[in-house]
């Protein structure tokens, strides 16, 4: 059974920095490209970043230049530092996995909140 949960969320100042972890079990982490997506109250679910299996990274425009995407294959987790945050960053964050090896993601953690006061 794979299980990825996240966990690093919660409540910081414009400006600030979290870091957010998934850790992923039941299934060849290595094997996997991994994303982060975010969804904000009344708002669709958006793409945040991407790591492929060989370490390359994409981001979304928005958070171009402030956040980072990681992984430790080793720990089978998954990692999103973010800095200067923003008010707008404010959203349920969700690591996911990519199954297909073309940008469908078929596993998915239970999210973590990240709210960001001005």
């Known amino acids: 059974q794979v299980q990825m949960i996240e966990s690093g969320g919660g409540l910081v100042q414009a400006g600030g920095s979290l870091r957010l972890s998934c850790a992923a079990s039941?299934?060849?982490?290595?094997?996997?490209?991994m994303g982060w997506f975010r969804q904000a109250p009344g708002k669709e679910r958006e793409f945040v970043a991407r790591?492929?299996?060989?370490?390359?990274?994409y981001y979304t425009d928005s958070v171009k230049g402030r956040f980072t995407i990681s992984r430790d294959n080793a720990k089978s987790t998954v990692y999103l530092q973010m800095n200067s945050l923003k008010p707008e960053d404010t959203a349920e964050y969700y690591c996911?996995?990519?199954?297909?090896?073309?940008?469908?993601?078929?596993?998915w953690g239970q999210g973590t909140q990240v709210t960001v006061s001005s």
């Open positions: 790591i492929s299996r060989g370490g390359g990274t």
């Open positions: 039941g299934l060849t982490f290595s094997n996997y490209a």
């Open positions: 996911a996995a990519d199954t297909s090896g073309t940008g469908q993601y078929g596993y």
